[in-house]
């Protein structure tokens, strides 16, 4: 069976690690041999605990020592392939192979705008994943090779995000919300106010009269979390804005919230909303990127005019008035996600984009 790398700065919660982590287990469920390669975090050590065999590699820190480690991992685990899952692990697969003359393909999954002064290093890879349509158009225009990249959308385990009604009143008493309540739910790592949107969800909370029994759940951290607090204080939030902090089994939190909101100034595909609604929560957010793929405007959710609160509040609160419409939209939710993002169908494309490498390298 064939021996795969999956490369990644690092794995801490967030998109790109999730999906390292989803495809690691995945494809070591159907035999292959999985490694990774990261400077370690929280998910690294839950995979190290499943048999998944982890390796520190500092790829942010030193590009020399990255390359000459992942020179020796190579050749020791006689790997049949590299999978890059950044811009900086993909640039340090290349060059390694580049300095060392590997004879070893490399597949990168761009999670997020290609730019253009890294074409001519990227261009290099074997294929380019991107996980939009999106996504694929904007790095065509920025001078990627059209031919070597494919779209593969971005996968959610089906059987792990599933509603569970009985969890959401046992959250809502553990965190203190009102069973009655509406409640919103946000997941990403928090780098500052304005890049996922939270700034725009307390101004909501606090400007806006029709939203004043609204109740907001916050999971994640980062280099804004500190500021997030003082802020939520500033605005006497504090019995509406519940700060659930970082979570790595996420799944089990969801249930505790109506809908999944995500006002964020940019995504290439918005996994976490993708996990909401395979969940049955409707979602909510900005018209940017590729989101429009993700969300079914009016159907699973709404789309909203970018950097609109009025339009973000307005969207909300047809959802706030009408707990059957909310449902039904959850359920129809549910149905996108297992037609077009369930895990089995990105993995079905992953490896047909691994034979087809590995296969065109042995011929």
């Not at 690294?44 to 499943?50: G, H, P, T």
Request: glycine share 6%.
């Amino acid at each position: 069976m064939k021996n795969i790398l999956l490369l990644v700065p690092r794995m801490n919660i967030g998109g790109a690690e999730s999906y390292v982590a989803l495809v690691a287990r995945s494809l070591k469920s159907l035999g292959y041999n999985i490694f990774i390669a990261s400077a370690g975090g929280a998910l690294a050590v839950e995979l190290q605990k499943e048999g998944i065999k982890h390796f520190f590699l500092p790829i942010r820190l030193s590009k020399f020592i990255s390359g000459l480690l992942l020179k020796r991992i190579v050749e020791k685990y006689n790997i049949d392939l590299i999978h890059a899952n950044s811009e900086a692990a993909g640039i340090v697969a290349v060059k390694t192979r580049n300095k060392y003359k590997l004879d070893i393909p490399i597949v990168y999954t761009a999670h997020g705008v290609l730019p253009a002064k890294v074409k001519d290093i990227m261009n290099q890879v074997d294929k380019i994943i991107a996980v939009s349509e999106f996504s694929r158009k904007s790095a065509i225009k920025e001078g990627f090779l059209a031919e070597k990249i494919q779209v593969v959308y971005n996968g959610v385990d089906i059987e792990k995000f599933k509603p569970n009604r009985q969890n959401k009143n046992l959250l809502r008493k553990k965190y203190n919300i009102p069973q009655e309540a509406f409640t919103m739910i946000i997941v990403s790592r928090i780098k500052n106010l304005r890049n996922k949107g939270h700034q725009h969800l307390l101004d909501v909370l606090k400007n806006y009269e029709v939203s004043k029994k609204w109740h907001l759940v916050v999971i994640g951290k980062g280099k804004g979390f500190s500021d997030l607090k003082k802020k939520i204080k500033e605005y006497h939030l504090q019995d509406r804005v519940h700060l659930l902090g970082h979570k790595t089994d996420v799944e089990n939190y969801i249930d505790i919230a109506d809908v999944m909101v995500l006002p964020s100034y940019f995504e290439t595909f918005g996994l976490v909303l993708a996990e909401g609604m395979a969940m049955q929560k409707p979602a909510i957010a900005f018209n940017v990127g590729g989101i429009s793929e993700v969300i079914s405007d009016k159907e699973t959710g709404f789309l909203v005019k970018y950097n609109d609160d009025d339009d973000l509040v307005n969207k909300i609160n047809i959802l706030a008035q009408d707990k059957d419409l909310c449902s039904k939209m959850g359920v129809i939710a549910r149905k996108k996600v297992e037609k077009d993002f369930a895990n089995q169908i990105m993995i079905k494309k992953i490896i047909e984009v691994y034979n087809e490498i590995i296969d065109n390298k042995t011929n």
